[in-house]
């Protein structure tokens, strides 16, 4: 069950960066760019969890850094997206699947402002001043719209795929046996049927008792 979610999770990161890297970036669009990558940690933690969210959300973030054309501190987005997905593990529900889309869509929403803001405020910390120029509120705006657009695309298929990932063959199987044991044992009827069983043997011996003792009295009318 592990090796799936990593497996998973690698693929859906990796397949993000690209798409991030040669599409998103490049489409010229006002403000903020769409964040691919954050939708991908914050699907993947809204089913496995606030632990996994931040393992994922750091492993995802550290590539975002290292992938060119990265113009910012490595480890800066790495922090970022590790932090989100640990808060977006907190709002999963217990059952582990929401009522209706609007939980994650308030989730993208928080995510795509929390986001934005922690990204500028590391960025002052380190003095890139970026997010002055370009102004904050213009890329909170924005940012919030683009990955609202986008989430109802990329959240609720990530979440269906992590969830099937998440089954374990194993332990589905075992239930199945259990399940068809279960069902094979009311089938035999190891109660009912053995006393009706029984109770079909002592009647059919009572009937050829019957039929054998007419059969004698014929004998003796005759």
């Not at 393992?55 to 995802?60: L, P, R, S, T």
């Not at 795509?112 to 970026?130: N, P, Q, W």
């Not at 002055?132 to 990329?154: M, Q």
């Not at 009827?189 to 009647?203: A, H």
């Amino acid at each position: 069950m592990r090796f799936n979610r990593m497996l998973l999770s690698t693929t859906l990161v990796v397949v993000a960066l690209v798409i991030q890297v040669s599409i998103l970036s490049r489409l010229q669009l006002p403000g903020a760019v769409p964040d691919l990558m954050l939708l991908v940690v914050l699907g993947l933690a809204l089913v496995y969890g606030h632990m996994a969210g931040a393992f994922i959300g750091f492993g995802a973030g550290l590539l975002a850094d290292l992938a060119p054309p990265a113009d910012h501190a490595a480890g800066r987005y790495a922090l970022v997206l590790c932090v989100i997905g640990y808060l977006a593990g907190l709002a999963r529900p217990d059952n582990g699947r929401f009522r209706s889309a609007t939980g994650p869509m308030l989730v993208v929403v928080a995510a795509a402002v929390g986001s934005t803001l922690l990204y500028a405020g590391v960025g002052a910390l380190v003095g890139d001043t970026a997010a002055r120029h370009v102004g904050l509120g213009s890329l909170l705006f924005t940012a919030a719209v683009y990955d609202l657009l986008l989430a109802p695309f990329t959240v609720p298929l990530i979440m269906a795929l992590a969830r099937r990932a998440d089954n374990d063959p194993l332990e589905n199987s075992q239930t199945n046996n259990a399940g068809d044991v279960a069902s094979g044992w009311l089938a035999s009827g190891t109660g009912l049927r053995i006393g009706s069983q029984r109770g079909g043997l002592r009647l059919k011996a009572a009937r050829t008792r019957a039929a054998r003792a007419g059969r004698i009295k014929g004998v003796k009318r005759l």
